[in-house]
């Protein structure tokens, strides 16, 4: 088992930033991928951004681009979101996620065995 732990939610106002660590119990393996998801009220979880443990170029959601940029620290087992510009529509409990997912479905949210309990991100307007 896998334990993540996010941190770095809040409240703030549309424009400001944010910035979500999430800190695993293991260093990720060379297969793995990490993943930013989130979920608000009523709405389906959606990727938001992801990275392979090994680098490359992230995957972001359209809705994201431009405004969001995930990075990891694999000496300290932590991924993180820097989150710009933030809007209204960002506000949801964001996870992090551990898998491997598919190779054509990387923000899809099946292929992710490990989550963590979320922490909380709130935009106003």
């Known amino acids: 088992q896998v334990q993540l732990v996010e941190s770095g939610g809040g409240s703030v106002q549309a424009g400001g930033y944010l910035r979500l660590a999430c800190t695993a119990s293991r260093i990720a393996r060379g297969s793995d991928y990490l993943g930013w998801f989130r979920q608000a009220p009523g709405k389906e979880r959606e990727g938001v951004a992801v990275?392979?443990?090994?680098?490359?170029?992230?995957y972001y959601a359209d809705s994201v681009k431009g405004r969001f940029t995930i990075s990891q620290d694999n000496a300290k087992n932590t991924v993180y979101l820097q989150m710009n510009n933030l809007k209204p529509e960002d506000s949801a409990m964001y996870y992090c996620?551990?898998?491997?997912?598919?190779?054509?479905?990387?923000?899809?949210?099946?292929?992710?065995?490990?989550w963590g309990q979320g922490t909380q991100v709130t935009v106003s307007s």
């Open positions: 990275i392979f443990s090994l680098g490359g170029t992230p």
């Open positions: 996620a551990l898998g491997i997912p598919s190779r054509y479905r990387i923000l899809q949210q099946s292929g992710y065995a490990y």
